[in-house]
C-alpha cells in the first residue's frame, strides 16, 4: 500500500465485535483487518482482486503459490452461498472421524442478516468470511476445508 492510499484509511478498533476494521473515507466502506492468528495454511484469502491460497504465514506476511506480500495487502472473502457450494460443506452426508461424528451445514440467518454454522440443528457460530468457514471445519472436525478456486 503506497502512503497516497493509506492516506484515505482510518483504523479502528471494534470492542463490541473484538475486530480490527478498516474504513475507507473516500468510499465510506469498512473492510475487516486480518489478523495472523486467524489465518491458517489452506485458507483462501484475496489479494490485488485475485483469490489465493495461503501456503505459509507468519506474522507480517501471507506466502502464496508464486510469492508472498504482507498480510495488510490481504483482505478476506465475503461469505456467500456461491462459496457455500465452492466449499462443499452442505453436500457432506456427515463427517465421521476421530475428531467429530456429525453433520455441519451453513445457512443464511435472515433475522440477523449472517450465516451461521450448524453442527445438526444447533447453532454455534456466525460467520463473515471464507476463512472463518474454514477455520470452524478444521476445529470441529481436525480436517482441512479445500475449496477449488
Keep these: 500500500m503506497n502512503d497516497f492510499s493509506q492516506s484515505f484509511k482510518k483504523r479502528r478498533f ?5 475486530r480490527k476494521e ?9 473492510l475487516k483487518v486480518m489478523e495472523a492468528q486467524e489465518l491458517r495454511i489452506g485458507n483462501v ?3 490485488r482482486g485475485k483469490q489465493i491460497v495461503i501456503t505459509a504465514i507468519n506474522e507480517k506476511e ?3 503459490k508464486y ?3 504482507s498480510i495488510e495487502d490481504h483482505s478476506p ?13 452442505n453436500y457432506l452426508n456427515g463427517i465421521h472421524n476421530d475428531n467429530f461424528s456429525g453433520i455441519i451445514t451453513v445457512r443464511y440467518n435472515t433475522f ?7 453442527m445438526g440443528t444447533i447453532s454455534i457460530r456466525f460467520i463473515d468470511y471464507v476463512h472463518q468457514l474454514q477455520n470452524i471445519f478444521y476445529e470441529l472436525t481436525g480436517e482441512t476445508l479445500n475449496i477449488k478456486l
Design 77 to 89: 472473502i465475503q461469505l456467500t452461498a456461491v462459496w457455500i457450494d465452492k466449499s462443499g460443506v
Design 67 to 69: 510469492g508472498f506480500a
Design 45 to 47: 484469502v484475496n489479494y
Design 112 to 118: 440477523v442478516k449472517r450465516y451461521e454454522v450448524l
Design 62 to 64: 501471507i506466502y502464496y
Design 14 to 18: 471494534d470492542s463490541s465485535s473484538g
Design 22 to 30: 478498516t474504513t475507507s473515507l473516500c468510499l465510506n466502506q469498512t
